[in-house]
């Protein structure tokens, strides 16, 4: 306790009893915690009261040659409480336990500061600072403080990497000339920066972030720093393109469906036919109308068959379409010929009430074939006697 290196270590040392009371200390100790503190005192007593039952807790609980190890606040000789790492081991043999102490870096100016790794790895698993530190260190978060001319101050988290970064490659550089080219995403920064807190969900570096942005404050209310913390959702944007994949998939294999499942054949000069199978409802036969339509008007077609034999049922509201198209064909200057009409649909367009004596139907699609070809026949002799006289 009293040798020479125990007294003049550059460190602070304290030896204490196993209820915390100091029993020997080196002069930093004195000169950091104050003679009062050191000279007769209890450890404990210079611990923050959030901090001091953990630490009576496991000090308590130290066997022969066990270690503890902790990051607390204490009060330093000025009365301000500062962040010390405390290593303490009982002594094999003795009643002691011997303590260093570890001044961390000051939280003044609104600086995030994050312990590293290897003082963590000694903290209890429920301590706030080993619980920031299993974050940043498994999720895809980067978590970093700029000051108001945008100097990083803090640059940590897993996350960082999917910027392009390694955690902590950023401290010392300036944000707002990192990223001067994206203004867009510089506008949330700075109103943070005056003051206002921020949330955006963006997409750059192919990585979808989510972005908070958290002004900092000093005691007099004035706004210092800005804590921003974005979280990098890479499965999400991997699910979005991957669902937009399979929506673009989709509309093609719709798009070949209803081409195949309305397709208007020219099956002779002026002649075309719209075969359709299935169950026909309202949304198809508009379908069938745009496409019909617009083929009888591209091919000049004098005759479209529309033809119903795979056609198993029609509701009514079908049935009062097919007649509409019927007509719209009438009025582009060709005539609609139904072909291959099933019983069912047959007692469907009769129980409508409709008038059918304008609608020109046959047996199957071979007889309507027969019966354009035998009309076109008809038109051209008469045009040629109309032609000879």
Not at 280 to 290: G, P, T
Not at 342 to 367: F, H, I, K, W, Y
Request: aromatic letters at 6%.
């Amino acid at each position: 306790m009293d040798s020479a290196w125990f007294q003049h270590c550059p460190g602070m040392l304290v030896a204490t009893s196993p209820d915390g009371a100091i029993r020997g200390f080196n002069s930093e100790a004195e000169h950091v915690l104050g003679a009062e503190r050191v000279r007769g005192g209890s450890l404990f007593e210079s611990l923050h009261l959030d901090h001091r039952d953990t630490v009576a807790s496991a000090w308590a609980k130290m066997n022969e040659g066990e270690a503890f190890g902790a990051l607390c606040q204490m009060r330093d000789v000025e009365g301000v409480f500062r962040t010390f790492s405390l290593h303490a081991r009982r002594s094999p043999g003795a009643a002691e336990i011997y303590v260093t102490i570890v001044p961390m870096p000051s939280l003044s100016s609104g600086r995030l500061v994050v312990p590293p790794a290897e003082d963590v790895a000694l903290l209890p698993p429920t301590a706030p600072e080993r619980v920031l530190r299993g974050i940043l260190d498994n999720v895809d978060i980067s978590v970093y403080v700029i000051d108001q001319q945008g100097t990083y101050f803090v640059h940590d988290g897993k996350g960082c990497r999917a910027g392009g970064f390694e955690p902590g490659m950023l401290i010392g550089q300036n944000l707002l000339e990192l990223y001067k080219d994206v203004p867009d995403g510089l506008t949330h920064i700075r109103r943070a920066l005056a003051g206002e807190h921020g949330h955006v969900t963006s997409e750059a570096h192919d990585v979808l972030w989510e972005s908070w942005f958290i002004p900092i404050r000093d005691a007099a209310g004035e706004v210092t720093h800005m804590l921003g913390l974005t979280l990098a959702k890479n499965d999400v944007r991997k699910a979005m393109v991957e669902l937009r994949t399979k929506m673009e998939l989709i509309e093609r294999q719709e798009e070949v469906i209803r081409n195949l499942e309305t397709p208007v054949i020219q099956v002779w000069e002026k002649v075309v036919t719209l075969p359709m199978m299935g169950v026909v409802d309202s949304k198809r036969v508009a379908r069938v109308m745009d496409d019909l339509l617009s083929s009888v008007v591209r091919t000049s077609a004098r005759f479209a068959i529309l033809d119903l034999t795979g056609v198993d049922m029609v509701d009514t509201m079908t049935a009062s379409h097919l007649f509409s198209l019927i007509r719209a064909i009438r009025l582009l200057g060709a005539e609609g010929i139904v072909t291959g009409i099933r019983p069912t649909v047959a007692q469907t367009m009769v129980t409508l009430g409709l008038d059918m004596s304008c609608l020109t139907t046959c047996a199957n699609l071979r007889e309507g074939l027969r019966l354009c070809i035998r009309r076109m026949a008809e038109e051209n002799r008469v045009r040629k006697d109309e032609a000879a006289q």
